[in-house]
Nanobody, 128 residues
Framework: VKLVESGGGSVQSGGSLRLSCAAS???????MGWFRQAPGKGREAVAT???????EYAASVKGRFTISRNNAKNTLTLQMNSLKPEDTAMYYC????????????????????????WGQGTQVTVLS
């Protein structure tokens, strides 16, 4: 599986960006997700989506970000609205070879170690 992200850039606080991930290889039956990594911090899950299209979101982005997938086109999208400076990070697309990816009982999403395939990332910078 090869993943290529696009759509990053610089935007003013309160603005919007739409990230896309183009996948080569079979991904329709697997969990996919968006992660981000800010300078000096670990990689954190932003949103995941299972093979049925059920999304999970980190608390910090719930209500502002929307993850979606198009299995026919083998693409994953992250619509980001009401962006904040703290959303500034490198954003990565990832695939894990399991069909479901539910959050745990405390609402924690799957972690970086759970995902086996990664793109190179696309930079998102939100200016205050």
């Amino acid at each position: 599986v090869k993943l290529v992200e696009s759509g990053g850039g610089s935007v003013q606080s309160g603005g919007s960006l739409r990230l896309s991930c183009a996948a080569s290889g079979y991904t329709s039956g697997f969990c996919m997700g968006w992660f981000r990594q800010a300078p000096g911090k670990g990689r954190e899950a932003v949103a995941t989506i299972d093979m049925e299209g059920r999304p999970e979101y980190a608390a910090s982005v719930k209500g502002r970000f929307t993850i979606s997938r198009n299995n026919a086109k083998n693409t994953l999208t992250l619509q980001m609205n009401s962006l904040k400076p703290e959303d500034t990070a490198m954003y990565y697309c990832a695939v894990e070879l399991r069909p479901l990816c539910p959050a745990d009982a405390r609402g924690n999403l799957l972690r970086e170690d759970d995902f086996g395939y990664w793109g190179q990332g696309t930079q998102v910078t939100v200016l205050s």
